[in-house]
């Protein structure tokens, strides 16, 4: 058994020299039975994986939770009925609401041990679904966000795809507000993931105010819901939101194809020279060229 140091928690050497260090020795130890001819099995293991893996068989409900970006976080299950296996799942790292400027940070009323959102008024059926988080208690009032999603048959990709199409805004006192939701879609059998969906142009869009939703703001950060065809209470496969053609593969597309472009100029320049097929006589008369004034 070879124990090697850990990289954290060593303040004499860098993780990176104390890695060095663990493949020499791995190294040393390995060449060692090689030369001697001595068949091995090796087994590395660490005190903990760098990615948890969790079997919710053996986790109660309420401490269910998901890794996204190797971060243990936490995600609000729908059951439908009550009692029954969730059917949509919704998790982001924050969500916030602005109300005439004046921020509320949902994030732990909807996520972890101290969630005290209330989904029992969400509904699934098989053409639409409604994720209805209700607060009880948001600046001394009630307030309520509901995602209001379909799931609809396309022939052309031949399968079904759910798209989130408006977000709705309640607040006892206020006219409802009610935001178009534009890019959000997946496969019915995936989820559907963003960095960041929100009201505000600076941050991307994807959320437009259509009715009375001037004096509003949301803002959901690292944003992933999924509505059907939920497997062991977690989320499928993501759809996400970031274009395949960024602004810096445009970029260097273009600068491509301005370089192949100046290459291809200049080789066909070159090859378009052609030498002179015939020469003066030095023995000849010579050219004379009359000068005038």
């Not at 990289?7 to 020795?25: F, Q, R, Y």
């Not at 609809?152 to 507000?177: C, M, Q």
């Not at 509003?216 to 977690?234: A, C, G, K, P």
């Not at 600068?255 to 291809?264: E, G, M, Q």
């Amino acid at each position: 058994m070879v124990r090697l140091p850990y990289t954290t928690g060593s303040s004499l050497m860098a993780p990176k020299e104390v890695l060095t260090s663990n493949d020499e020795i791995l190294g040393q130890v390995l060449s060692t039975l090689q030369s001697e001819d001595i068949p091995y099995t090796a087994i590395l293991t660490a005190l903990r994986p760098s990615r948890v893996l969790r079997d919710v068989s053996d986790v109660a409900p309420e401490k269910l939770g998901r890794q996204l970006l190797q971060k243990e976080t936490a995600f609000v299950p729908v059951r439908y009925p009550s009692t029954g296996t969730p059917q949509i799942l919704f998790w982001a790292s924050n969500l916030s609401v602005s109300i005439n400027s004046t921020l509320f940070d949902l994030t732990n009323l909807t996520f972890g041990p101290s969630a005290v959102v209330d989904v029992a008024d969400s509904k699934l059926t098989h053409n639409t679904s409604k994720l209805v988080l209700k607060y009880q208690k948001v600046n001394g009032k009630q307030l309520t966000v509901s995602f209001l999603m379909t799931n609809a048959s396309y022939s052309i990709s031949k399968r079904n795809w759910f798209v989130l199409h408006t977000v709705e805004l309640v607040r006892p006192g206020d006219p409802p507000a009610v935001f178009n939701v534009t890019q959000i879609t997946a496969p019915t059998n995936y989820s559907f993931s963003c960095a960041c969906v929100s009201s505000q142009p600076s941050l991307g869009g994807m959320l437009y105010p259509a009715k009375n939703a001037t004096q509003w703001d949301l803002t959901v950060m690292r944003f992933q819901i999924q509505s059907y065809n939920l497997i062991n209470e977690t989320f499928a496969d993501a759809s996400d939101c970031a274009g395949f053609f960024s602004p810096g593969i445009w970029m260097g597309l273009l600068t491509s194809l301005l370089l192949v472009a100046i290459f291809t100029y200049g080789l066909h320049m070159i090859m378009s020279l052609k030498t002179m097929d015939r020469f003066d006589d030095p023995k000849g008369p010579t050219i004379s060229v009359p000068q005038t004034e």
